[in-house]
């Protein structure tokens, strides 16, 4: 009794195990392991927060700066104090303890500046870290559309094969009853070694498809489920599609990100034209100091202000920043029409799947009745060999074509999707941490 309880809890187990192992994966199982993984957007994430400790250290110039000396050590002086008193020279351990505080009243602005130049360089790296997530995203979404669509197309070889190998042994059966010729057997078979070649085919675009999905998501792909339409989340027309792409595009966002951190960098610039004013504190405490015996301890408290004078080099980067800060607006806008163009050839891509996939599926339907009408008549002799074996060939490709046109309008969703900034969002998969801006 033990022994069968045993028994039946080892293949729960397994059969639990098992049943993990299999489970069919969902796109957007994929997507989420992808974003979470691809190095492209790890590597886009660690340059954003990279420049947001370059922002740290710019922060760090509002605070109170501090210095601090300590010293031990021997000491022989020789000068008029030591010649003065008649020794000569003399020879003393020498102690020292020193702090030194400097705080920063004002700069021209200078360390505001900075500091704003680096938090928007790291809203840009931000944006550019969302956009990496979802470019690679879509990258997953199209390899995980095609490793589905060979796999079906793999199918459609299968069965032209099978239905070629049925009409042969029919052709075959027909010439031992003396119905049939030797050329009618020659020719089915021609067309069935033209089969067979084609599933070799297709099955090594199959395997194309794994090689290049398992570069971008990491894994080769399990049992991969059926991709659903996006259909119901899409603009209503390209107007909508472009207005959501200029208002949403992370590359479009980055790059006005940029604008700013090149318009605070023209600021600090301007600041090489003003004083630098601190508030500088200092205490000592000292023993036996060039010769003199005892204590020798100071304290001061000062307000600095230093102006430096560069030979014109100042004018010089006042106006690189201001070249610098044009060509900043120029890539903004720049940038600006290339998510135009996207997203317009991707509504474009899009609306020319959608009235292909109709009459395919027209053709589809209208040569696979036409194939069971041409075997009755080549059964009664109203068709030639040639004429079944050229409609059997034609649905094959009809339906290679509506496969490939559905796999199309599939992708042409996910990219407008895509084009519009919110790929990630439609799929429910989180963006990664470094997408973050700081406001």
Do not use: C
């Amino acid at each position: 009794m033990n022994t069968r309880f045993v028994n039946t809890a080892i293949l729960t187990l397994l059969g639990i195990l098992l049943s993990v192992n299999s489970h069919a994966t969902t796109l957007q199982d994929v997507v989420r392991d992808t974003v979470s993984s691809n190095p492209d957007v790890l590597i886009a994430g660690s340059e954003r927060d990279s420049v947001e400790q370059q922002m740290e250290q710019a922060r760090g110039g509002f605070f109170p700066q501090a210095d601090i000396t300590i010293g031990t050590g021997w000491e022989t002086s020789d000068n008029p104090t030591t010649r003065g008193a008649g020794d000569g020279s003399r020879n003393f351990n020498r102690d020292e303890a020193e702090i030194r505080i400097r705080q920063l009243i004002y700069d021209g602005n200078s360390t505001l500046s900075e500091f704003r130049r680096h938090k928007a360089r790291v809203n840009s790296r931000a944006y550019e870290t969302f956009s990496t997530a979802e470019v690679t995203a879509l990258k997953a979404v199209e390899s995980y559309l095609n490793v589905y669509n060979e796999h079906e197309l793999v199918k459609l070889a299968t069965d032209n094969l099978d239905s070629h190998q049925k009409t042969y042994d029919r052709i075959v059966k027909r010439g031992r009853r003396g119905v049939g010729s030797k050329a009618d057997v020659q020719q089915s078979l021609g067309r069935l070694a033209l089969a067979r070649t084609n599933l070799m085919a297709q099955d090594n675009k199959h395997k194309d498809a794994i090689a290049s999905f398992i570069s971008v998501v990491g894994y080769e792909p399990a049992d991969l489920n059926k991709p659903e339409s996006k259909n119901h989340l899409l603009p209503t027309n390209l107007a909508e599609a472009t207005e959501l792409a200029l208002d949403n595009h992370p590359r479009l966002k980055s790059a006005s990100a940029d604008v700013e951190a090149a318009r605070e960098q023209h600021e600090t610039s301007k600041a090489l034209f003003f004083p630098r004013v601190h508030l500088e504190i200092k205490g000592s405490d000292n023993d036996n100091l060039d010769g003199i015996a005892g204590s020798n301890d100071d304290a001061e408290v000062m307000v600095r202000g230093r102006y430096n004078f560069t030979g014109g080099k100042d004018v010089a980067r006042r106006q690189e920043t201001v070249h610098e800060l044009k060509q900043a607006k120029e890539i903004r806008d720049r940038t600006r029409r290339q998510v135009t163009e996207s997203i317009r050839l991707s509504w474009n891509a899009y609306e020319t799947a959608k009235s292909q996939l109709e009459y395919f599926k027209v053709h589809v339907d209208a040569s696979s009745n036409a194939l069971g009408a041409y075997r009755k008549q080549f059964n009664i002799g109203q068709r030639t060999l040639i004429d079944l074996l050229d409609q059997e060939n034609e649905v094959f490709q009809a339906r290679i074509n509506y496969a490939n046109a559905l796999n199309d309008l599939r992708f042409a969703e996910y990219r407008i999707l895509a084009g519009t900034g919110r790929l990630l969002w439609a799929m429910e998969v989180p963006l990664p941490e470094q997408a973050d801006t700081i406001q």
